[in-house]
């Protein structure tokens, strides 16, 4: 297991930064190695991101020793999503399936947890997104047929993408944490456009599903000062509450967002308007 730690950083500092400090404050990507547990720790909102890429034998989430805790979700919340081969976790003892294109909520208080592969020649691959609790609520298994579907955008704007909202209010109960799945429609480019900020709740992009030549130029910065980062395929983006996230793909893509802050109201988001971006 591996842990990195990724610092709060304001505006005024952002707009100094030249491409490498913007990808070593804002872009994670080293989620995924074989046989391995990594995550990236972001002191906005307090957020674990990271990845687990079983074998032939089960990977432990565990807390790190610093955290002082007895376990990872002693105090914590967890939204999981497997965009690999068949597999599952094993959660106090329990092994439950996690099929692609579905999402599993973990609740405070569970003690153990393992990712396990069916397949180790196609191990599944987990991306977990885990946000501090104040209660423990039901752990869940969310359906891809369970989520609230939204098809959104349109060909004329290059934007028609499909919206699954898994972990929220009308589907699962949580402290803070919100999760879902957007994947963009074949023929259009972009995502989260037109865009907007929402500085009660941070946000984290995976951008998943892409060829191994695709990017996706990810959008970033308070809307009259906008950077840009290239981002590859299981890379993460970090997106504090002050920034735009919005991006454009050469080719097709998806991505997995998740959400903490002060609310769970997906619409507690503030419009930028196209003529406010520079």
């Known amino acids: 297991m591996s842990i990195s730690i990724r610092q709060a950083v304001s505006p005024a500092e952002t707009r100094g930064f030249d491409t490498e400090a913007l990808r070593r404050n804002f872009l994670v990507t080293d989620l995924f190695s074989a046989g391995a547990v990594r995550m990236t720790y972001k002191h906005v909102d307090r957020t674990v991101i990271g990845g687990a890429l079983p074998g032939a034998e089960p990977l432990d989430l565990a807390a790190p020793p610093d955290w002082m805790v007895p376990a990872f979700l002693a105090r914590r919340e967890m939204g999981v ?22 999402c599993l909520y973990v609740p405070m208080g569970t003690e153990t947890v393992a990712f396990v592969s069916a397949d180790p020649a196609n191990p599944a691959r987990f991306y977990f997104v885990s946000t501090p609790a104040h209660a423990s609520h039901e752990l869940k298994v969310i359906g891809r047929d369970q989520a609230n579907k939204a098809d959104i955008g349109s060909d004329t704007e290059a934007n028609r993408r499909t919206l699954r909202q898994y972990i929220h209010p009308d589907i699962c109960t949580s402290c803070q944490l919100l999760m879902g799945m957007t994947m963009i429609a074949d ?19 995976l951008y998943f599903d892409m060829a191994p030549a695709a990017r996706v130029f990810h959008f970033m910065g308070e809307p009259e000062e906008t950077r840009h980062l290239v981002v590859a395929n299981e890379q993460a983006i970090i997106s504090p509450g002050w920034s735009i996230h919005c991006g454009a793909g050469t080719s097709s ?6 959400m903490a802050g002060d609310n769970q109201e997906f619409t507690d988001m503030d419009m930028v308007a196209m003529e406010t971006l520079r």
């Open 81 to 102: 999503f497997n965009i690999g081969g068949p597999g599952g976790l094993i959660l106090d003892g329990k092994e439950i399936s996690l099929p692609v294109g579905d």
């Open 187 to 205: 023929g259009s480019v972009w995502n989260t456009m037109p865009c907007h900020t929402h500085d009660r709740r941070s946000e984290a992009y």
């Open 253 to 258: 893509y998806g991505f997995i967002w998740s």
